[in-house]
C-alpha cells in the first residue's frame, strides 16, 4: 500500500513537472529543425550537381498541414489589404515590402507609392505597356510573370507538378462534361473511348501539353490571355489554400489538386485549351474580369464539390473570345497558373524549369 502511495505521489509530480506548451514547442521545433537540416543537405547535393529524389509529405503530414486555418487567415489579410493607410505610412510599408520582394517599381504604371492607397492596389498595380511587348510571332506565350516550375507532355493521365512530383489530370480538372461545348473531330471507338486524356484531345495528330508557371509575392500580380482562343466553361473548386512555393511543390503530391482554384476551358485553333488559377496561403481571392458571378474563398464550402459555370449557352456556342495578351484576372498576393492544352505533336517548349519569365514572352514554337 506504501509503495503505490509513493508511486501515486512521484507520477502527480512528474505530472506536475511536466509542462504541455513546452513540450509541444520542443517537439515541433525539433521536427522543423531535423526537416529543415534534410533540405539543406539536399541543396548541398543539387549544387553538386547529384539529383535529389524529392521528399513527399505523408498523409498525417498533409492532414496537420490543412488543419491550419489557411481559409480564415486567407479571408482576414485580403480584409486588412483593403485598409486605407495613412499617408504618412505609404512609402515605409510599400518599400519594406518592395525590397524584402525585389519589386521593380520602375516598370509599373504609377511609381509614387503614396498613389496606392492600402496594400491591395499596391499588390494589383499595373505595368506600363511598352515593359511587357507580347510576341506576335508565336502562338502561345507566358500568361504572367514567374518562375516556371515545370512543362512538357502530359503522360498516364498524370502531370507534374514539379520534376518527380505528379497529380490526376482527372482529380485538377473534374468530370469531363463539360467538353460538349468543344468539337469533337477525333472518332473514338464506341467500345473503348480511351482514358481521360483522350477524351480531351479532340484532334488527329495531336497531344495533350501542360506548363505551370509559379508567381512569387514580388511579381506583377495580374495574368493574361496566353494565346487567341474562345473560353466556353468555368469550374470553381472550393479547397485547401496551402502554399504553392516551389518547395511545398516539391514536398505534398497533389498540391495543386487539394487548392482552391478556377479552371477556365475552352478551345483554340489546335484544340482544347485551359487555364486554372490556383489559389494559395493568403491568396484566397481569385478573380476573372469578365465574370462577375465567381465568389472565392468562401467561409463554407463542401469538400470535394465544385461548381460549374458556362459562357457558352444553348443559344450561341461562341463563348467569351480572348485575344492573346488581353487582360484575363487577377490574384491579391503570389499563386500559380497551370496550363493545359492539345498542340500538334511537333510542339516544342522553349523552356528550362526554373527560369524566370515575364507575361509575353513565348512559351513554345511548332
Known amino acids: ?7 501515486s505521489k512521484g507520477f502527480l509530480g512528474l505530472q506536475a513537472r511536466v509542462r504541455p506548451l513546452p513540450l509541444l514547442i520542443a517537439t515541433g521545433g525539433g521536427y522543423v529543425g531535423y526537416n529543415q537540416y534534410g533540405h539543406y543537405k539536399d541543396r548541398q547535393l543539387e549544387k553538386l550537381g547529384i539529383e535529389v ?3 513527399i509529405a505523408n498523409g498525417f503530414q498533409v492532414t496537420i498541414y490543412k488543419s491550419i486555418p489557411t ?7 485580403g480584409r486588412l489589404n483593403q485598409v486605407d493607410l495613412p499617408t504618412w505610412l505609404r512609402k515605409p510599408i510599400f518599400r519594406l515590402y518592395i525590397w524584402t520582394f525585389g519589386v521593380n517599381m520602375k516598370e509599373a504604371a504609377i511609381e509614387d507609392l503614396q498613389h496606392y492607397r492600402n496594400l491591395g492596389e499596391f499588390f494589383r498595380r499595373k505595368l506600363k505597356p511598352q515593359v511587357r511587348p507580347v510576341c506576335d510571332s508565336h502562338c502561345v506565350i507566358s500568361p504572367a510573370d514567374g518562375k516556371i516550375l515545370h512543362f512538357g507532355r502530359v503522360k498516364n493521365c498524370e502531370v507534374e507538378q514539379v520534376k518527380g512530383v505528379t497529380y490526376s489530370l482527372e482529380t485538377f480538372l473534374g468530370p469531363h462534361n463539360w467538353t460538349e461545348n468543344l468539337p469533337a473531330n477525333r472518332s473514338l471507338d464506341e467500345d473503348d473511348p480511351g482514358t481521360y486524356q483522350d477524351a480531351l484531345v479532340t ?6 501539353f501542360h ?6 509575392p514580388g511579381d506583377y500580380h495580374c495574368f493574361h490571355s496566353p494565346t487567341d482562343w474562345r473560353v466556353a466553361h468555368r469550374r470553381h473548386f472550393p479547397g485547401s489554400l496551402m502554399s504553392v512555393n516551389p518547395g511545398v511543390a516539391r514536398w505534398i503530391k497533389e498540391l495543386f489538386c487539394h487548392n482552391e482554384r478556377v479552371v477556365l476551358s475552352g478551345e483554340w485553333t489546335h484544340g482544347f485549351f485551359s ?15 469578365f465574370d462577375k458571378e465567381l465568389r472565392t474563398n468562401n467561409p463554407r ?3 470535394g464539390s465544385f461548381n460549374d459555370f458556362k459562357y457558352a449557352s444553348n443559344n450561341s456556342q461562341e463563348g467569351v473570345s480572348m485575344r492573346k495578351g488581353e487582360h484575363l484576372g487577377e490574384f491579391n498576393l503570389g499563386s500559380t497558373i497551370v496550363l493545359l492544352f492539345e498542340a500538334p505533336r511537333d510542339f516544342t517548349f522553349n523552356l528550362k524549369a526554373g527560369q524566370k519569365i515575364h507575361f509575353g514572352e513565348p512559351l513554345g514554337t511548332m
Open 203 to 208: 484532334k488527329e495528330g495531336n497531344e495533350l
Open 53 to 55: 529524389q524529392p521528399r
Open 275 to 289: 487555364l486554372t488559377a490556383v489559389g494559395a496561403t493568403n491568396v484566397g481571392s481569385i478573380r476573372i474580369y
Open 71 to 77: 481559409r480564415l487567415l486567407s479571408r482576414a489579410w
Open 211 to 216: 506548363c505551370v508557371v509559379y508567381l512569387a
Open 301 to 303: 464550402y463542401n469538400k
Open 1 to 7: 500500500m506504501d509503495t503505490l502511495r509513493l508511486f
